[in-house]
């Protein structure tokens, strides 16, 4: 069996940047768009790279993409695209800056039409992990399977961020829905 998330965490230590993460924000249902769009740029970004390097760059990433704030990212310029090229504290990729761009506009679009995309997220709950990347490939740029799960398990829509032995994981389960615990 595959070592889990908390296993992790338990075994680098007490002082890991993962410990906070983890312990507040993995798994935890998120409320506000702004929020969930910049979780779903940060698991964008992690994509061929380690979620610690991520981590030491997360408040680099909230203050270059204007704290995610979905109408400014959704109208970013040319200009502010390059700013975002030279910026060495976030990743420098084309194509992951180009998709959280695209992607604050797809969000644009969602919101127009069902209110939210957290209410969007909630319609759509629950599916399965392959209904759900099916969907996002439909939506989103750069949204590949591995992207699509932590992105959902992060938020809470999937299970799997907590093993029930993780003191967290009751700490999650209280804060979700009752409809959401399906």
């Known amino acids: 069996m595959a070592s889990s998330y908390c296993d992790f965490v338990q075994n680098a230590g007490k002082d890991s940047i993962h410990r ?11 409320h506000s768009d702004d929020e969930l769009f910049a979780r779903l740029v940060l698991e964008i970004n992690q994509a061929g790279l380690s979620w610690q390097t991520i981590l030491n760059k997360k408040d680099n990433f909230f ?28 990743i420098r990729n084309r194509l992951k800056i180009d998709a959280a761009i695209s992607n604050a506009k797809a969000i644009k679009q969602i919101q127009k039409e069902h209110g939210s995309f957290k209410a969007w997220l909630d319609m759509n709950h629950p599916k399965s992990k392959e209904e759900w990347v099916k969907l996002f490939k439909l939506t989103f740029r750069f949204t590949g399977g591995e992207i699509v799960n932590e992105f959902l398990m992060s938020t809470g829509y999937l299970p799997g961020a907590h093993v029930e032995s ?3 994981y009751k700490k999650v389960a209280k804060q979700k829905p009752m409809w959401m615990k399906k």
């Open 20 to 30: 906070p993460y983890h312990d507040n924000e993995y798994g935890f249902p998120l």
């Open 63 to 90: 203050k270059a993409f204007d704290n995610f704030n979905i109408d400014k990212v959704a109208r970013y310029s040319d200009k502010k695209r390059e700013k975002l090229l030279q910026d060495a504290g976030i």
């Open 166 to 168: 993780c003191p967290i």
